[in-house]
């Protein structure tokens, strides 16, 4: 199992939005120098776990997506080991992109929001 990985499953809710709940493991990688005596996830963690998200709803599409960019993205409090991690997505289809836009809360406090965009990759047909 991937130590950088957080996102562990993900559940449709309708046909356009997505949720997962996150375990914050007390001995992820992630806090790794990030500070020492006062761990706090970092910002990319979050940013990460979002992408996974997307990429896994993708893969059980049997699609495949690249990131494109990532947009407003906010984080408005700390996560701490051992905290228990709520993310709520929407996504949007426009054109050849899909804007997903998302929160991240612990308990009712969203800790961070924004919008990462991707892109449908064409697969090769297999013979």
């Known amino acids: 199992m991937d130590s950088w990985q957080l996102l562990k499953e993900i559940k449709k809710i309708e046909p356009d939005s997505l949720m ?5 493991p007390e001995n992820s990688k992630w806090f790794e120098g990030h500070f020492p005596g006062e761990p706090i996830l ?17 893969q059980i599409k049997e699609d495949e997506v690249a ?5 407003r993205i906010r984080f408005t409090g700390p ?14 289809h426009v054109n050849q992109e899909i804007f997903y836009t998302f929160k991240i809360a612990v308990k009712e406090n969203v800790v961070s929001s924004g919008l990462v965009a991707v892109a449908r990759m064409k697969r090769d047909k297999k013979f």
């Open 20 to 24: 997962a709940t996150v375990d914050v």
């Open 42 to 58: 970092p910002g990319i963690a979050l940013v990460n776990m979002v992408y996974q998200a997307i990429k896994l709803d993708a």
């Open 67 to 71: 990131l494109c960019s990532l947009k």
């Open 79 to 92: 996560v701490r080991p051992g905290e228990k991690l709520m993310v709520n997505m929407t996504s949007e």
